[in-house]
């Protein structure tokens, strides 16, 4: 008996149809141009923010550091001329060099004074000068060599006043300075300039005020100031007491 080839008919599953499903899904996914650019703004957007909040706190850390700053160099070169202006004493038999403070309007607001006195200075400079020895001390503010105002402090122990100013040690203490301004006082009232009379230079004062301007590179300013009592202070007060007892002693005057 022969046989036929039997037609096998297959059953159309729909795999044709699925198969185009996920091309046209790749098609639509993705980010358009417009999103995109969208997603970069923001992201500018926020780091800015960001950027400005860490340098506003960077900037704030800075001011409070410089002002830190400030205050330890303004409190240690107000001490240590306070310290010297105190211990200052006449000159010595034979020398005219004594006690002067010398008024110097500078080329800012504030003033840019000098100061020169004997001392026996808080710390030495040189090791070659003894601990004991008195020496000429000054303080001033001017420029430097980089054009920027200084406070200078000037040492000589030599003595005599030619030799002084070949000799004498300049110390720049620093640069933030711009300004000194001193006043001197005596039992009466007070002066601009140290002596006032220019025919006694072996007068001390009663007491000496010191203000001291500094500004750092925020062009930020601060004065300190101190009042130094020099050891005349005895002698003022026997006079301020002497007058205090002499009006006490008049009688007042009764009116008719």
Same mark, same amino acid.
């Given at each position: 008996?022969?046989?036929?080839?039997?037609?096998?008919?297959?059953?159309?599953?729909?795999?044709?149809?699925?198969?185009?499903?996920?091309?046209?899904?790749?098609?639509?996914?993705?980010?358009?141009?417009?999103?995109?650019?969208?997603?970069?703004?923001?992201?500018?957007?926020?780091?800015?923010?960001?950027?400005?909040?860490?340098?506003?706190?960077?900037?704030?850390?800075?001011?409070?550091?410089?002002?830190?700053?400030?205050?330890?160099?303004?409190?240690?070169?107000?001490?240590?001329?306070?310290?010297?202006?105190?211990?200052?004493?006449?000159?010595?038999?034979?020398? =005219?060099?004594?006690? &002067? /403070? @010398?008024?110097?309007?500078?080329?800012? %607001?504030?003033?840019?004074?000098?100061? !020169?006195?004997?001392?026996?200075?808080?710390?030495?400079?040189?090791?070659?000068?003894?601990?004991?020895?008195?020496?000429?001390?000054?303080?001033?503010? =001017?420029?430097?060599? &980089? /054009? @920027?105002?200084?406070?200078?402090?000037? %040492?000589?122990?030599?003595?005599?006043? !030619?030799?002084?100013?070949?000799?004498?040690?300049?110390?720049?203490?620093?640069?933030?300075?711009?300004?000194?301004?001193?006043?001197?006082?005596?039992?009466?009232?007070?002066?601009?300039?140290?002596?006032?009379?220019?025919?006694?230079?072996?007068?001390?004062?009663?007491?000496?005020?010191?203000?001291?301007?500094?500004?750092?590179?925020?062009?930020?300013?601060?004065?300190?100031?101190?009042?130094?009592?020099?050891?005349?202070?005895?002698?003022?007060?026997?006079?301020?007491?002497?007058?205090?007892?002499?009006?006490?002693?008049?009688?007042?005057?009764?009116?008719?």
């Amino acid at each position: 008996m022969d046989s036929k080839p039997v037609a096998t008919r297959w059953k159309h599953m729909g795999y044709g149809k699925g198969l185009g499903q996920p091309e046209a899904l790749q098609r639509e996914a993705g980010f358009t141009l417009v999103e995109l650019l969208l997603a970069l703004f923001l992201f500018a957007l926020i780091a800015a923010v960001i950027f400005a909040a860490f340098a506003a706190v960077a900037s704030g850390v800075e001011k409070g550091r410089q002002s830190i700053e400030l205050y330890r160099v303004g409190r240690v070169a107000l001490l240590h001329m306070a310290q010297e202006i105190s211990a200052a004493m006449p000159p010595q038999t034979g020398n =005219t060099i004594g006690f &002067q /403070g @010398k008024k110097n309007p500078g080329g800012s %607001e504030t003033g840019q004074d000098r100061i !020169d006195f004997l001392t026996v200075p808080y710390r030495r400079h040189s090791d070659q000068v003894p601990r004991y020895e008195i020496c000429h001390v000054a303080y001033y503010v =001017t420029d430097n060599l &980089q /054009g @920027k105002t200084a406070l200078f402090r000037e %040492e000589d122990c030599s003595g005599g006043e !030619d030799e002084r100013r070949e000799r004498a040690t300049r110390l720049e203490l620093t640069d933030l300075a711009v300004g000194l301004d001193i006043t001197y006082y005596d039992a009466d009232k007070d002066h601009e300039e140290w002596p006032p009379t220019r025919g006694d230079q072996t007068l001390l004062p009663c007491r000496v005020r010191l203000a001291l301007t500094l500004r750092d590179t925020q062009r930020y300013e601060r004065a300190f100031m101190t009042t130094v009592t020099l050891p005349m202070r005895g002698a003022c007060e026997d006079a301020q007491a002497g007058r205090t007892q002499t009006q006490s002693s008049v009688p007042p005057t009764s009116g008719q």
